[in-house]
């Protein structure tokens, strides 16, 4: 991955090679040989997430009325472009406002299908778009799902409490845009330098025991994906497969914030929100 596709706030997709049944639930997927790989030099989740890329019949330049079959990263592109354009439409409609860009982001890394090893990885990102998971998220806001657009401000500590709905997994998630870094790689070779500036963290807990987001180590970009501190990521989530009860979800931030604060966005799914069905 070069240039602007390791942009820390921007969506990098990957092409996919799916396989759809005729309800449209996705079966399979495999990354395209055609999509480049990450990481980023400071480790960071790059591809973001994936799109099917491979033989999608489009509107082609032949003609006014003319359509073709093609394949590569940019059928992958346009097609989450448009369906991200669609859940903003879906949002506006629902609650009369749009939303940020950072929680347009985080919700669709947060409901991607998962096709590999659980957890991200440098060849599809967090997997591959599901606009009818990001869509359900956002119609049952306050009843299964929280999406939350809030500030920290520097010392800050950011607490809510949800109890697992014990149906699905429980998953919680931040998503901000980061403030432009002071550093400039100026030629060095595999400069791991990280350029996250505003470093936010979220963990879950749930007596005594502590819950860390995904991350990946660059150094060994082909393992799989573990839970730890993630220093690298303006992104990250927090997956619990068995939830029961109620959990603590906590944001912080490491340092002092550039500009003294960070908006961010909190997207939780597989929560207990109200008793009304």
Known sequence: LLGFAVSKNGITVAGANTRIDDKGELKSATVASYSSFG?????RIKPDLAGDGTAVFAASSYGNQS???????SMATPGVTGSLLLLQQYHEQLYGTYMKAATLKGLALHTADDVAAAG??????????????AAEVLKNKEYSSIVNEATLTNGE????????????????????????GEFVNRGNLN????????DLDIRITKDGKTYFPWKLN???AADKAIKGDNLVDPYERIDIGDAAGEYTITVTHK???????????????????????
């Open 67 to 73: 359509y073709d079959s093609s394949t590569g990263t």
């Open 157 to 180: 500590v950011y607490t809510i409490t949800v109890k697992a709905d014990g149906n699905q997994p429980l998953l919680a998630s931040i998503s901000w845009t980061d403030p432009k």
């Open 120 to 133: 991200p990885d440098y060849k599809m990102g967090w997997g591959v778009l599901n606009v009818k998971k």
């Open 191 to 198: 400069d791991a330098t990280a350029a996250l500036t505003n």
């Open 39 to 43: 990481p980023v030099d400071d480790g």
């Open 255 to 277: 340092g002092n914030l550039v500009n003294g604060a960070q908006d961010f966005s909190l997207i939780v799914s597989g929560a207990e929100l109200t008793q009304c069905r």
């Open 218 to 220: 660059p150094a060994k």
